[in-house]
């Protein structure tokens, strides 16, 4: 036997041809290694294989057996059958095919085959009939009734077979796998070795050792990852250039004693978190989780009046246009008495050049003390004299690379704070900010009124707008949300109203004697906060909208949050919608309008009306729709598990990352470098990204 390298191109893997490699890549497969760690999807227990004589009429059931007497048949323009004899020795049935031509040129007569399907009565008396789910081609001396074989996630054309006999095959011709992990986390969790665990997860030979083989290979996931995270945390810790911030001084005291109101229990405790990492010399990586409305903006204020305390300069990165001026004005005129200086980098101040360049000299020589904007922030021109502190809004994204390039405006090592709103439940915070500390603010201000959620079907909408109508008669203002603002073709069959067509509904009917207006992410950025500017001044009195508004306007006047076709909008997405209500001292009220039948869908608006914390609201939804698309969408960069998943293993998640915590602290040398080896082969051109910061 000789040693075969895993990083091989796919291509010289035996039995791969260039059609087949095609077929790999699509689904991410470009090495050996890429192949081999190809998990099963599931194990079909040839326990199960029935024989034929045994069949029950109405069952899915599972037989093995040679074929014969193929034919096909044109049964109407858009249905052709392919039937097929089986016998197993104990009995005949007939294998029927619905609407799969290709396969007559693969079928021949004395093929063995097993075949999963449907059983049904035939035309002929006597001989049953099985309707194909799913079947495979079996060698002659395959006999799935020897033990428990792996069915693997099906990638177009390749079947089971293939995998099967390509898999055995590299199996049989690979030398004893690498151990990946030391020897001592081996003995501590007690594992079986990641050879046999890689043997056992494709060709088990019993329940236990899949399970046991899952166990090793899920742990070695997690951990691994959580040991790249843990170890890009320490490198950031370690780092001697960090910025060793003054005790909290008089300025300080006065802003916070000028405050309207006074800090909540949880707001004190994480701004003591931010202060005492600030106070450090340690870089501070801290991430603050909070509900929208639960006041992570004042804790952002103090944290930049912090910094300018000690001599330093603040900079405050909001995802928006609109939220950076909001964040803007609402800071100069709170922090303005106190002699702080506060810069705009924004497109309405970068878009003419003599004020960009004013800007970024005041930048340059700290005449701003604070700076807050958009992504304009990380323009190339952009330096700052002496950079203290930097905080990311991010509502939802992660963006670890956007964040390291504020950090090198500089040469000393800044403060780095995040905030978000994004409802992330407790278990993905683990792995999706995994190199952070995370603060939580999880109460409310005082005094909020809790917004009435209202899921309302589609033939309730003239009341519903007679309900805003009298809320806008009261002086207060409302917020129409829509999905789309145009229809396509296959929209439109789906009877979508689009934003425009709503608008001109609404303004043309029930609320003509109100001051209306659309906005639109399609508009022109001066277009939009013209029109932001005349709803905050109370101008307009309803808005229509698509999603734009979802990044954190602040309208305390606006009462009522209309939602159109609600059930096309992710439930995070609700919740953030929801929140641009409430924020004054009147009664706040979210309506969503859906016409949906389906029961998840429902659910789901329901779970609306009864949850109003977000962080619930993202668990809730989580039991509803699974694990998947929650962490699809989180866009976190980082490298997708395999074999783990982060819900249902979430006690071996937080083994895994007590035991890398562990590790990375007390581990010998030797076994740290071995483990860094690992984690590079396996995992180092993906995490480059998060490695370069
Ligand atoms: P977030 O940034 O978390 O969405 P904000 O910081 O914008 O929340 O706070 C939302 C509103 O609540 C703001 O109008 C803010 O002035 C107010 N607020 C914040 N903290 C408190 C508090 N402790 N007591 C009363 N009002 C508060
Ligand atoms: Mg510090």
Redesign the pocket.
């Known amino acids: 036997m000789h040693n075969i390298d895993l990083k091989n191109e796919i291509t010289y893997l035996k039995g791969v041809g260039p059609r087949r490699a095609v077929a790999l890549n699509k689904v991410n497969i470009f090495t050996f290694y890429d192949f081999l760690t190809l998990y099963p999807r599931q194990y079909e227990d040839a326990k199960n294989v029935t024989a034929i004589e045994d069949l029950t009429i109405g069952a899915t059931e599972i037989i093995v057996g040679y074929i014969s007497n193929i034919t096909s048949r044109k049964v109407r323009n858009n249905l052709t059958i392919i039937n097929a004899m089986m016998s197993d020795g104990t009995d005949h049935a007939l294998l029927t095919w619905f609407n799969q031509d290709y396969l007559l040129k693969k079928l021949s007569t004395g093929m063995k085959l097993v075949v999963k399907g449907k059983v049904d009565e035939s035309f002929y008396q006597n001989l049953l009939q099985v309707n194909v789910i799913e079947f495979d081609f079996l060698g002659e001396n395959e006999n799935p009734k020897l033990g428990i074989f792996p069915i693997y996630p099906l990638t177009g054309n390749l079947n089971q077979k293939f995998f099967r006999t390509t898999m055995r095959g590299l199996l049989d011709r690979l030398q004893t796998l690498k151990e990946i992990l030391p020897q001592s986390i081996l003995k501590k969790h007690d594992l079986i070795s990641y050879d046999s665990a890689i043997r056992s997860i494709h060709f088990p030979k019993s329940r236990d050792e899949i399970d046991e083989a899952r166990y090793r290979l899920a742990f070695n996931e997690l951990f691994l990852i959580q040991y790249g995270l843990l170890h890009l945390k320490k490198q950031t810790k370690d780092d001697e250039t960090g910025i060793q911030h003054k005790p909290n001084g008089e300025l300080i005291q006065s802003v916070l004693s000028n405050l ?5 229990n949880d ?1 004190k405790k994480v701004f003591d978190e931010v202060i005492n990492d600030m106070e450090s010399k340690e870089p501070m990586r801290r991430l603050i989780q ?11 204020m103090l944290a930049l009046v912090k910094t300018v305390e000690s001599g330093y300069q603040g900079a405050f990165m909001a995802p928006t246009e609109i939220l950076a001026v909001q964040h803007f004005e609402k800071f100069t005129k709170i922090l303005e008495p106190f002699d702080i200086k506060i810069g705009l980098l924004a497109a309405q101040v970068t878009r003419y050049k003599k004020k960009r360049e004013e800007s970024y000299e005041k930048i340059a020589n700290q005449e701003f003390d604070i700076v807050i904007g958009t992504h304009a922030l990380i323009e190339e021109g952009v330096k700052f004299k002496n950079l203290g502190l930097v905080i990311t ?1 991010e509502q939802h994204r992660f963006g670890v690379a956007q964040r390291a390039k504020l950090e090198k405006k500089t040469d000393l090592t800044p403060d780095i704070l995040i ?1 978000t ?1 994004t409802p992330i439940p407790r278990t993905m915070t683990l792995t999706v900010y995994g190199d952070l500390d995370v603060s939580q ?1 999880k109460e409310l ?3 909020r009124k809790p917004i009435k959620t209202f899921a309302r079907h589609k033939t309730s909408r003239e009341k519903i707008y007679q309900f805003v109508k009298k809320e806008l008669a009261a002086g207060r203002q409302a917020y129409v949300v829509c999905p789309l603002i145009e229809h396509s073709d296959s929209e439109k069959m789906q009877h979508i109203s689009s934003a425009e067509e709503i608008f001109s509904e609404l303004s043309n009917g029930i609320f003509k004697n109100f001051n209306c207006a659309l906005l639109h992410g399609r508009m022109k950025p001066k277009e939009k906060d013209q029109i932001m500017e005349l709803f905050r001044d109370n101008k307009i009195n309803l808005l229509v909208s698509t999603t734009v508004i979802e990044v ?1 306007v ?1 309208v ?1 006047n606006a009462s009522v949050m209309v939602i159109e076709h609600a059930e096309r909008f992710g439930l995070a997405t609700l919740h953030q919608l929801r ?1 641009r209500v409430g ?1 004054g001292s009147e009664k706040s009220y979210c309506i969503l309008i859906s016409d949906t039948k389906a029961e998840i869908g429902r659910a789901r608006l329901n779970l609306m009306e009864n949850i109003s914390n977000g962080f619930e609201l993202a668990e809730e939804d989580l039991k509803i729709r699974g694990p998947g698309q929650f962490f699809g969408e989180a866009q976190h960069g980082l490298p997708d598990l395999k074999i783990a998943d982060v819900f249902k293993d979430v006690d071996l998640l937080f083994e895994a990352r007590r035991s890398a915590e562990e590790f990375i602290n007390d581990g010998i040398f030797e076994e740290i470098e071995q483990v860094k080896k690992s984690f590079m082969e396996i995992y180092g051109e993906k995490f480059k990204q998060i490695f370069e910061v």
């Not at 309207?260 to 909540?264: A, G, K, M, V």
């Open positions: 309207p109101f006074e800090l909540t707001q909070g509900d929208v409305g639960s006041g992570k903006t004042v804790i952002a809004d905030m709103a603010i201000p005082p005094g954190g602040d305390p929140g924020r």
